[in-house]
């Protein structure tokens, strides 16, 4: 946490968050299917929705070959609250920054993290296209990439994202079923196959680097249902040019509540899968000493007839947001491997095993 935010700020923008929780569902917009995406403006903010997220993370390597990974998500949060409030100063929405680095030299997270209201030109979400920021750590989409950066505690990231293939639309054309009922889905489409180039600060050392990344951007309203306590979910960038995203929705019991996967091979072919054909097996845990969680940070994952195993970069990729997402999860690099060759690489992300995640009312 930055050390601009006192403990008492921080309990009083968690509270609204908590509030948001309590409101019930008809105060935010539904997702639907058929809803036709159109970008420029769908790369930005959706406020009728109750969150939303920006994800980027990606794989690098310095001027040496050391590889590392990162991580850049900035979160939206409507509270349901203070509608009416014509101040600028009102916490209409909150807006959540995570910021790591995984670097197998230091064998942990750099990481850092912030929170702010929205407005006031301090935090903002622009709705007509990418441009999110609190304070200087910044996400925005210029002509045909992206360009993000961050000072943070002991480190720093400057990076520019090239795009160099079209959005991929998740589910059914961007509409992603999370649950059994069609109201727990979000709208999500990845940018993958990004190419990196800028600068990352750890210390007292800069070094240039270079690398690919996955963005994903969701927005929805009833994320998980009340069966739900966390999910599992991998982004690939393969090396053929084909990118695969998977996850499963886990319930109280472990248990596979739920799954999807979508699938763009390298001719630019786009196929989605149903929960059937999705199946998660995890084959290696990881115990943190500072939490006492254990995550599965191996795993083997069947998309179709196709089955890749997920090798993490180091094990512990531990992220303890609580201070402002509430939030403790493993988001970490890994590579893939399918018949024991090494395929792609991407981000593997475990949420809920530390106690259940709630993103919807109760």
Same mark, same amino acid.
């Given at each position: 946490?930055?050390?601009?935010?006192?403990?008492?700020?921080?309990?009083?923008?968690?509270?609204?968050?908590?509030?948001?929780? +309590?409101?019930? /569902?008809?105060?935010? $917009?539904?997702?639907?299917?058929?809803?036709?995406?159109? #970008?420029?403006?769908? #790369?930005?903010?959706?406020?009728?929705?109750? @969150?939303?997220?920006?994800?980027?993370?990606?794989?690098?390597?310095?001027?040496?070959?050391? /590889?590392?990974?990162?991580?850049?998500?900035? #979160?939206?949060?409507?509270?349901? *609250?203070?509608?009416?409030? /014509?101040?600028? #100063?009102?916490?209409?929405?909150?807006?959540?920054?995570?910021?790591?680095?995984?670097?197998?030299?230091?064998?942990?997270?750099?990481?850092?993290?912030?929170?702010?209201?929205?407005?006031?030109?301090?935090?903002?979400?622009?709705?007509?296209?990418?441009?999110?920021?609190?304070?200087?750590?910044?996400?925005?989409?210029?002509?045909?990439?992206?360009? @993000?950066?961050?000072?943070?505690?002991?480190?720093?990231?400057?990076?520019?994202?090239?795009?160099?293939? /079209?959005?991929?639309?998740?589910?059914?054309?961007?509409?992603?079923?999370?649950?059994? $009922?069609?109201?727990?889905?979000?709208?999500?489409?990845?940018?993958?196959?990004?190419?990196?180039?800028?600068?990352?600060?750890?210390?007292?050392?800069?070094?240039?680097? @270079?690398? +690919?990344?996955?963005?994903?951007?969701?927005?929805?309203?009833?994320?998980?249902?009340?069966?739900?306590?966390?999910?599992?979910?991998?982004?690939?960038? !393969?090396?053929?040019?084909?990118? !695969?995203?998977?996850?499963?929705?886990?319930?109280?019991?472990?248990?596979?509540?739920? $799954?999807?996967?979508?699938?763009?091979?390298?001719?630019?072919?786009? +196929?989605?899968?149903?929960?059937?054909?999705?199946?998660?097996?995890?084959?290696?845990?990881?115990?943190?000493?500072?939490? *006492?969680?254990?995550?599965?940070?191996?795993?083997?994952?069947?998309?179709?007839?196709?089955?890749?195993?997920?090798?993490?970069?180091?094990?512990?990729?531990?992220?303890?947001t609580r201070l402002t997402s509430g939030a403790l999860y493993w988001e970490g690099a890994v590579r893939a491997l399918e018949n024991g060759r090494t395929v792609g690489s991407g981000y593997l992300e475990l949420t809920g095993y530390d106690k259940p995640l709630r993103l919807t009312a109760p």
């Open positions: 946490m930055t050390r601009h935010w006192s403990v008492a700020m921080i309990g009083a923008l968690l509270a609204m968050i908590l509030h948001a929780a +309590e409101a019930t /569902p008809d105060s935010y $917009a539904d997702v639907a299917r058929g809803y036709k995406m159109v #970008f420029p403006r769908d #790369f930005g903010s959706h406020a009728a929705f109750r @969150t939303e997220w920006w994800y980027v993370t990606g794989s690098l390597s310095d001027a040496s070959g050391a /590889p590392l990974g990162f991580q850049i998500t900035f #979160f939206r949060v409507r509270t349901g *609250n203070q509608l009416d409030n /014509p101040s600028t #100063f009102a916490a209409r929405e909150l807006l959540i920054a995570h910021v790591a680095i995984s670097d197998p030299a230091r064998g942990h997270l750099w990481t850092d993290q912030r929170i702010r209201r929205v407005g006031s030109g301090l935090a903002e979400a622009a709705g007509d296209d990418t441009r999110v920021w609190i304070d200087d750590w910044r996400l925005e989409h210029m002509g045909d990439g992206y360009d @993000t950066r961050a000072q943070a505690e002991g480190f720093a990231l400057q990076l520019h994202l090239q795009d160099t293939q /079209p959005p991929l639309l998740n589910g059914e054309a961007g509409y992603s079923q999370k649950g059994p $009922a069609p109201r727990s889905a979000s709208e999500y489409y990845s940018q993958p196959h990004l190419q990196v180039r800028g600068m990352v600060t750890r210390g007292a050392r800069r070094d240039d680097v @270079t690398g +690919e990344a996955w963005l994903d951007h969701e927005w929805s309203s009833e994320y998980l249902d009340a069966a739900a306590v966390g999910w599992d979910w991998v982004g690939i960038n !393969l090396k053929d040019g084909a990118a !695969l995203t998977a996850f499963q929705i886990r319930d109280g019991a472990g248990r596979q509540h739920w $799954a999807g996967a979508t699938y763009r091979s390298a001719e630019g072919v786009t +196929e989605s899968l149903p929960p059937s054909q999705v199946d998660f097996r995890p084959l290696r845990h990881w115990h943190s000493n500072r939490t *006492n969680v254990d995550y599965p940070i191996s795993w083997r994952v069947r998309v179709g007839a196709r089955e890749w195993e997920l090798q993490p970069l180091m094990d512990d990729q531990e992220n303890d």
